[in-house]
């Protein structure tokens, strides 16, 4: 009872860190915002979110080798140091070069956290329930994701005479939760084992030579750039279909979430009675239908609709694709896992090339290039392993 109420204290900590994982998400609705503020062009406000994951390329395996010299604990510290400064920034400025510097640093503290919060869950929780811990951090995660539209909705629309931040309250009250993640995780003891070596650049690189690895790499590059796309453009649908302000809009983004969270917690029971590749094929042809409907509709239920049905669709498809690199190179874990999450660089190639095509011929245009990602995902759903 003891050790279970020990690794319950241990393990609080560490969740207020999934949630702080998931402020990367505010990306979405905050470019909509700036852009609105600066009066940029899709592809000037695009930027923003391609920053954000544009980091993860180059500091996912270096953070592998950080971890072996400093630990786990101080890894996740160091990236909600990063995280709190990126947040404190907006409060003092809202120029373009400001916004710039704030999501650069949010994506870098992300990528740090992203690389080593799931081995410190390792370090509390083994065995069996990991698997289960791992997926309630990341509902608590995307609980912070569909939070952010709320809370700066809630800014943009309501009077703070003593703060005078409109939308951009969102950043300092996500700042005292990531201080309150670094106190309270600094002051909590947490017995690591000993790392396995960390892999390098090259010896990750190498492994893009392995036909079924460059398939998996390419699959969780479509996945990310399509979640951050649909962060991004579900509120600038409404607005150019429906007359939307920005404001009213911002649920769309929330109800992306909503359903993302929802087909978290419902995907690992599913997966007990399912092949990965048949829901692997059911999460496609929801995507697949709601790109269909996200071209070609006007009217607000069937944008609804099309919204949760990406929200829902994509919810598992990096799980089962991480799972199945895993399952083909067991031998090389270190390696899988630091490619693997180097390809969320997909985050920063999809929004750029959705802000050029939006700009040339309307949303339609950045719908277009999420459906060329979900239809390589359908390719790949014939390599998943039954």
């Not at 959705?354 to 719908?367: K, L, R």
Request: net charge positive.
């Amino acid at each position: 009872m003891d050790k279970t109420k020990s690794n319950l204290m241990k393990l609080l900590p560490v969740m207020v860190c999934f949630f702080a994982m998931g402020f990367v998400d505010l990306v979405g609705i905050a470019s909509n915002y700036v852009k609105a503020d600066l009066s940029l062009s899709d592809a000037q406000a695009n930027v923003f979110p391609s920053l954000v994951f544009f980091w993860f390329l180059i500091f996912s395996v270096p953070t592998g080798l950080l971890m072996n010299r400093i630990g786990r604990k101080k890894t996740v510290l160091l990236s909600l140091a990063v995280t709190a400064f990126s947040l404190a920034l907006p409060s003092f400025g809202d120029g373009y070069a400001v916004m710039l510097l704030s999501f650069s640093l949010l994506g870098i503290g992300n990528a740090l956290m992203q690389t080593s919060l799931n081995p410190l869950m390792s370090a509390i929780v083994k065995g069996d329930k990991l698997a289960s811990s791992l997926t309630f951090g990341q509902f608590v995660k995307a609980i912070a994701s569909f939070l952010a539209p709320y809370i700066a909705m809630w800014g943009a629309t309501q009077s703070i005479p003593t703060l005078g931040l409109g939308w951009r309250v969102l950043f300092p009250i996500y700042f005292i939760i990531a201080v309150i993640a670094i106190l309270w995780l600094g002051l909590t003891s947490i017995e690591e084992e000993k790392t396995d070596k960390a892999s390098g650049f090259a010896d990750c690189l190498r492994l893009l030579g392995k036909p079924f690895i460059l398939l998996c790499f390419l699959g969780i590059m479509c996945h990310v750039g399509i979640d951050v796309g649909t962060n991004t453009t579900a509120p600038k649908i409404l607005m150019e279909r429906l007359g939307f302000t920005l404001d009213e809009a911002s649920f769309s983004t929330s109800l992306y979430f909503i359903f993302r969270t929802v087909g978290c917690l419902t995907g690992a029971i599913i997966l007990q009675k399912l092949s990965p590749r048949i829901f692997f094929f059911i999460s496609i042809a929801m995507m697949t239908a709601s790109m269909v409907m996200l071209f070609f509709c006007h009217s607000l239920a069937t944008i609804y609709v099309a919204i949760a049905l990406v929200g829902y669709g994509n919810s598992n498809v990096f799980s089962i694709i991480f799972s199945q690199a895993l399952l083909n190179m067991p031998e090389k874990k270190n390696e899988i896992s630091g490619l693997m999450i180097m390809g969320l660089f997909g985050g920063t190639v999809f929004p750029l090339l959705m802000g050029f095509a939006s700009d040339a011929v309307g949303q339609a245009g950045a719908v277009a290039v999420m459906f060329i990602g979900t239809m390589y995902l359908l390719y790949y759903g014939f390599k998943v392993r039954a």
